[in-house]
C-alpha cells in the first residue's frame, strides 16, 4: 500500500529557508517519479518540481534557483528545501507519485512566509 506523509511545514520570514520531506511508503524509487505540488488559498495546484525515477530534476520557473528537490532511497524520503522565500510562496505543499497529478496523494503541509 502507497502512503506518503509530509512534514517540515511552517511560519517562516521571507528570505528564510524550509526544508520539507516526504516520506513514500509502498514506492520503489528506482521507478517512481515524486513531485511537489502546491495550492495557496483561491489559486489553482501548481506543480513545484520533481525528481524522477533517474534521479534528475525539473523545477518550475516560479522556484528555479531557490528551491531543491533531492532524495534518500533508504529512508524512502523526498526532500524540497526552500531558499530566499518570499510571502507568495505561502501555499500548502503536497508530494504526489509521478507529476500528471493522477497518482498518490500525502495529506500535505502548510508554509507561510511572513513579510
Known amino acids: 500500500q502507497v502512503q506518503l506523509v509530509e512534514s517540515g511545514g511552517g511560519l517562516v520570514q521571507a528570505g528564510g529557508f524550509l526544508r520539507l520531506a516526504c516520506v513514500a511508503s509502498?514506492?520503489?524509487?528506482?521507478?517512481?517519479?515524486i513531485a511537489w505540488y502546491r495550492q495557496a488559498p483561491g489559486k489553482q495546484r501548481e506543480l513545484v518540481g520533481f525528481i524522477a525515477s533517474g534521479g534528475s530534476t525539473t523545477y518550475s520557473t516560479s522556484v528555479s534557483g531557490r528551491f531543491s528537490i533531492s532524495r534518500d532511497i533508504v529512508k524512502k524520503t523526498v526532500y524540497l528545501d526552500m531558499n530566499i522565500l518570499k510571502p507568495e510562496d505561502t501555499a500548502v505543499y503536497s508530494c504526489?507519485?509521478?507529476?500528471?497529478?493522477?497518482?498518490?496523494w500525502g495529506q500535505g503541509t502548510q508554509v507561510t512566509v511572513s513579510s
Open positions: 504526489t507519485t509521478g507529476a500528471s497529478m493522477t497518482g498518490y
Open positions: 509502498g514506492v520503489t524509487f528506482s521507478i517512481t517519479t
